[in-house]
């Protein structure tokens, strides 16, 4: 059964594609442009336009083939050709005003078979760590199955740790005993007493400069800046 397009009849097997006649590539064709062409669907054909033309172009003359011959859009063409520049697929040169751009197959040949060579040393590499980290776990494991002694092992193990927490407690209840902690107590008590005594005698000396030289009571000097009446220094 067929239906007539554009004045024509065209057969529905025909428009679903037969083998070898073209009907596949067709509506792959079809898809992608519904789709929109990924950035590397989008790579490739424009390496198509160097490599089947084998010339030598600027940026407006791609502008206009790639969308027409590949179907690449306008507005992509120059990020496309730039990060095939970038990636050293196609090289240019700037001659007078103008860039130029071109592409040789044998080039992007070497370019992959390098990236190619590239890659299977990560994988290779890649193997042998696994390799690596693989004997390691192995080794790790010996002896450490689940037996019955190990298992006596660990709980014992457990156990010794708990005695050591609760050693170190009682220990830091008697730290207060230590003969060490006590001295270092004694040179802070004497070091903070010294310290004291010298702001007492400051505030002596200020009294005393006080009185002989304004004449004031010693009393009311106390009276009036808080000093209590005991105040003195600390044996």
């Known amino acids: 059964m067929g239906c007539w397009v554009a004045?024509?009849?065209?057969?529905?097997?025909?428009?679903?594609?037969?083998?070898?006649?073209?009907?596949?590539?067709g509506l792959a064709d079809n898809m992608s442009k519904k789709r929109g062409l990924s950035i590397e669907e989008k790579r490739t054909r424009?390496?198509?336009?160097?490599?089947?033309?084998?010339?030598?172009?600027?940026?407006?003359?791609l502008e206009k083939i790639a969308?027409?011959?590949?179907?690449i859009t306008l507005m992509s063409v120059k990020e496309v050709l730039q990060s095939l520049v970038d990636d050293g697929m196609v090289d240019t040169d700037r001659i007078g005003t103008s860039n130029y751009f071109w592409a040789l197959p044998s080039k992007a040949l070497h370019i992959k078979t390098k990236k190619l060579e590239q890659l299977e040393s990560q994988i290779n590499q890649g193997t042998q760590k696994k390799q690596s980290l693989q004997q390691s776990i192995e080794k790790a494991k010996v002896g450490r199955q689940n037996t019955d002694k190990r298992a006596a092992m660990l709980e014992e193990l457990e156990g010794l740790r708990k005695q050591r927490s609760q050693l170190k407690t009682e220990l830091e209840k008697y730290q207060e005993c230590d003969p060490e902690v006590i001295e270092e107590i004694r040179q802070n008590n004497k070091v903070s007493k010294d310290a004291v005594n010298r702001w007492t005698d400051n505030v002596f000396a200020i009294k005393s400069w006080a009185n002989k030289k304004f004449g004031f009571e010693r009393n009311k000097i106390d009276k009036a800046f808080g000093i209590p009446e005991d105040f003195d220094y600390i044996d």
């Open 7 to 25: 004045g024509r009849r065209q057969d529905s097997s025909f428009a679903a594609g037969r083998p070898g006649d073209g009907g596949e590539s």
């Open 46 to 61: 424009m390496m198509e336009i160097f490599f089947e033309t084998k010339d030598v172009f600027q940026l407006k003359d």
């Open 67 to 71: 969308p027409k011959e590949k179907g």
